[in-house]
């Protein structure tokens, strides 16, 4: 009943996915729960790049489950579960502060690096997120510029006038607001200029399929122009091959992130890759295990000062 009535939906039938009190999500909600303790909960980074001239300018901070038995749990697995079970707020300031004194760490070693979380749903109906957020700020030490926050529409349209008042508090702060998936709700120009935001992100359904499907190629430069129009920097998901990079940069869009450059790895890997960078020339630079150099066709132009900054697993 409760499904349905959240849904809109007149009738739904029952689902054991959806089953918060089945046994094997109490359970898993258990294990989650202690996970936390335990420190089992890990925090992923992947790289963005600047389309311009390939160099690294952020991460986004992607969380996993280091169960004992199911191996590496990935978020759509479990974040869900955390909402319901209230366990979404401690995981997301567990991430937030990972990401943060990672933050510190990588500008304290001379790398210009900023991190971008995501909030849930749930994270936008928090009134003391705002402040929280700046308390973790001073805490570590990390300019509020150097963290994005990503939101999605549904995040918002679950009760527009309470997050864009929230998203407005959390922009006061210096935070940078992000609008992730971009493209795909249904309210997209309606509320993209109430929104206190810095960017767009295209969604990577779109990035996947415009080098085949011109429509996809053509909505990928719409949301590129508006973005611009708006004064927003453009992000494109999904970037996995030099045909993407290549598109998108002749586009205008700003940065790229996706498998061209890395799968999201942890930490040490990419500090261990962006120290290498720092040490060496791009000719002689050995890759970490993690992560293999990939020379772009932009790295070859006049434009680039020569500092390896794409990644891709081979």
């Excluded at 006038?161 to 992000?178: F, H, M, N, Q, Y």
């Excluded at 993209?192 to 990035?207: A, N, Y």
């Excluded at 930490?267 to 020379?295: C, G, N």
């Amino acid at each position: 009943m409760y499904e349905a009535k959240g849904a809109g939906h007149p009738v739904m039938l029952y689902s054991p996915e959806r089953d918060n009190y089945s046994p094997k999500r109490l359970t898993m909600a258990a294990e989650l729960r202690q996970a936390l303790a335990d420190g089992d909960i890990v925090v992923y980074h992947q790289p963005k790049a600047r389309l311009s001239d390939g160099m690294i300018i952020g991460t986004e901070a992607l969380v996993r489950w280091r169960h004992p038995t199911q191996g590496l749990i990935g978020p759509d697995e479990f974040i869900p579960l955390a909402e319901q079970t209230g366990l979404i707020e401690p995981l997301t300031f567990f991430v937030l502060k990972s990401a943060l004194e990672q933050c510190r760490q990588w500008n304290d070693a001379g790398h210009d690096i900023n991190v971008a979380v995501n909030l849930s749903v749930r994270s936008l109906l928090d009134p003391d997120l705002s402040s929280r957020v700046e308390a973790l700020l001073a805490e570590t030490g990390v300019p509020g510029s150097h963290l994005t926050l990503e939101i999605t529409e549904s995040g918002v349209m679950a009760d527009p006038d309470r997050a864009i008042a929230l998203l407005e508090r959390l922009a006061a702060t210096g935070v940078k607001l992000s609008v992730d998936d971009f493209g795909t709700g249904y309210s997209s120009l309606s509320y993209l200029r109430r929104l206190p935001v810095h960017e767009v992100k295209v969604d990577r359904s779109f990035v996947f399929r415009m080098a085949t499907d011109p429509s996809d190629a053509t909505i990928v430069q719409s949301i590129i122009e508006l973005g611009h129009n708006l004064g927003l920097r453009t992000v494109a998901e999904g970037v996995e091959d030099q045909i993407s990079w290549e598109l998108l940069r002749g586009m205008g869009c700003d940065v790229a992130q996706g498998y061209l450059l890395s799968k999201p790895i942890p930490a040490q890997a990419l500090t261990r890759w962006m120290d290498d960078v720092h040490r060496a020339s791009f000719s002689s630079v050995e890759p970490t295990p993690e992560v293999a150099t990939y020379e772009p066709a932009v790295a070859k132009t006049s434009e680039c000062p020569g500092v390896p900054a794409l990644a891709s697993i081979r």
